[in-house]
């Protein structure tokens, strides 16, 4: 069984920054691709960011594209979310979520592993 645990979370103004970790445990982090999802009141989960298994490859949802990044740590089994420039709109809960393949993707089926999210608020 594969256990994500979020950090980092908080209370910022907008134009800050955060910087958000995922502490993976369970099996061969290195294997499989890694994603950061969030979800807001009343709207669906949405991608944010995707990683492949071994770091070389990622993909943005163009509403982050430029202020987030993502990056991976496979030996520590660690995923990370650096948010800069944050905005009013992306407030929300932030999951960390495993998938079972190799391949960065962005859609929801294919992570069949998730944290419990961590909450992201942005003061305008």
């Known amino acids: 069984q594969v256990q994500l645990v979020e950090s980092g979370g908080g209370l910022v103004q907008a134009g800050g920054s955060l910087r958000l970790l995922c502490a993976a445990s369970g099996r061969t982090f290195g294997s499989y691709a890694m994603a950061w999802f969030r979800q807001a009141p009343g709207k669906e989960r949405e991608c944010v960011a995707t990683i492949n298994w071994i770091g070389e490859t990622s993909v943005y949802s163009s509403s982050v594209k430029g202020r987030f990044t993502i990056s991976r740590d496979n030996a520590q089994n660690t995923l990370v979310l650096e948010m800069n420039n944050l905005r009013p709109e992306d407030a929300a809960d932030y999951y960390c979520?495993?998938?079972?393949?190799?391949?960065?993707?962005?859609?929801?089926?294919?992570?069949?592993?998730w944290g419990q999210g961590t909450r992201v608020t942005v003061s305008s």
């Open positions: 979520a495993a998938s079972n393949y190799r391949t960065a993707d962005y859609r929801t089926g294919q992570y069949a592993y």
